[in-house]
Nanobody, 126 residues
Framework: QVQLVESGGGLVQAGGSLRLSCAAD????????MGWFRQAPGKEREFVSA????????VYADSVKGRFTISKDNAKNTAYLQMNSLNPEDTAVYYC???????????????????WGQGTQVTVSS
């Protein structure tokens, strides 16, 4: 059973920073694109960022571009989402996801991801 385990969520004041982590099975992490999504209360889940499994190509939603950074540590089978300059609109449950094994794409849609973590809450106070 594939596992994705997120951590690092919490409560932070506006303007602050958090780093989310997503630990994944080695088989998934080394051969599938990784992504982050978020779901705010009463809203649809939305794409945040993604990174290819090979190389370092990344993509970001316009709402987080310049503030969030996605990265991977292959030695630890862990993906990260560094979130800076947080504002209350960033409050949401953040989900880590892994795409299809062997995919060379940089997916931005939910249906392009095969595996999901349980989510971690991020709350930004004003």
């Amino acid at each position: 059973q594939v596992q994705l385990v997120e951590s690092g969520g919490g409560l932070v004041q506006a303007g602050g920073s958090l780093r989310l982590s997503c630990a994944a099975d080695e088989r998934i992490f080394t051969h599938a694109p990784m992504g982050w999504f978020r779901q705010a209360p009463g809203k649809e889940r939305e794409f945040v960022s993604a990174i290819k499994w090979r190389g370092s190509l990344t993509v970001y939603a316009d709402s987080v571009k310049g503030r969030f950074t996605i990265s991977k540590d292959n030695a630890k089978n862990t993906a990260y989402l560094q979130m800076n300059s947080l504002n209350p609109e960033d409050t949401a449950v953040y989900y880590c996801a892994a795409g299809l094994i062997g995919s060379f794409s940089l997916p931005t849609r939910e249906n392009e991801y095969a595996y999901w973590g349980q989510g971690t809450q991020v709350t930004v106070s004003s």
